[in-house]
């Protein structure tokens, strides 16, 4: 079983809708990673948090600890989000990265 | 552009042949990191420096041999590979161990 758990695995949206991703993980953590990678490989780090909400643009990550849950919503998605999201835990003991599959997400015009 | 770069960006390679694949980080960053990505799997964390010291080795196979020869440059050295280890391979830096990571674009190789 993998130590990060992401569902879905597959998400297809109409432009404008509310995009919601989660991400369970069943390690201590230190803080939690939200990625995007596009077609091509390039990744990019979309957020950083160890508690709470946090927002960037159409962007919002939220954490819960003590649930081991975290979500990340898009809100008047766009094409341009289509993407590949990756959540990933710094585990709080080690140096560790866990990683979840990825949620691959295609949002149509 | 996150200031990581990452050369080459495709090699293929023969399963007797030695390569090299190189990274290089231009944000001032301590720690730097090698990520295997194969098709419908998780990241795999390979390798991690710190301050030019290596501080993680997950298991990975003596044919792929990490060095730092500085802090803003890191090599992942390929010898003798199997077809299995075609993958992308993510070169990635941060501040300290633990804080945001910055990914290069990556290297996609293919072992014939």
């Known amino acids: 079983k993998n130590e990060v758990e992401q569902s879905p695995q597959n998400l297809t949206a109409q432009e404008g809708e509310f995009i919601t991703i989660n991400c369970s993980y069943s390690?201590?953590?230190?803080?939690l990673h939200w990625l995007q990678q596009h077609p091509g490989g390039g990744i990019v780090s979309l957020f950083m948090?160890?508690?709470g909400k946090k927002k960037h643009g159409r962007l919002i990550a939220t954490i819960n600890i003590q649930e081991k849950h975290s979500s990340l919503h898009i809100t008047a998605s766009h094409p341009r989000d289509s993407a590949v999201y990756i959540c990933?835990?710094?585990?709080?003991?080690?140096?560790?990265?866990?990683f979840g599959t990825g949620t691959s997400l295609t949002v149509i015009p | 552009e996150t200031g990581v770069t990452q050369t080459p960006r495709h090699l293929v390679m023969g399963m007797t042949n030695k390569k090299s694949l190189k990274c290089e980080q231009h944000?001032?960053?301590?720690?730097m990191y090698w990520y295997k990505q194969s098709a419908k799997k998780p990241l795999e964390l390979m390798f991690v420096?710190?301050?030019?010291?290596?501080?993680e080795n997950n298991s990975v196979p003596s044919r792929f041999s990490p060095e730092c020869p500085n802090s803003s440059h890191l090599f992942l050295h390929l010898h003798t590979l199997q077809p299995e280890d075609s993958a992308l391979y993510l070169c990635?830096?941060?501040?300290?161990?633990?804080?945001?990571?910055?990914f290069g674009p990556g290297t996609r190789l293919l072992v014939l």
């Open positions: 390690v201590g953590i230190s803080a």
């Open positions: 990635a830096s941060s501040r300290g161990l633990g804080e945001t990571q910055y």
């Open positions: 948090l160890s508690s």
């Open positions: 420096y710190s301050l030019e010291e290596r501080v």
């Open positions: 990933a835990v710094s585990a709080s003991t080690g140096n560790q990265f866990y």
């Open positions: 944000l001032g960053h301590n720690a």
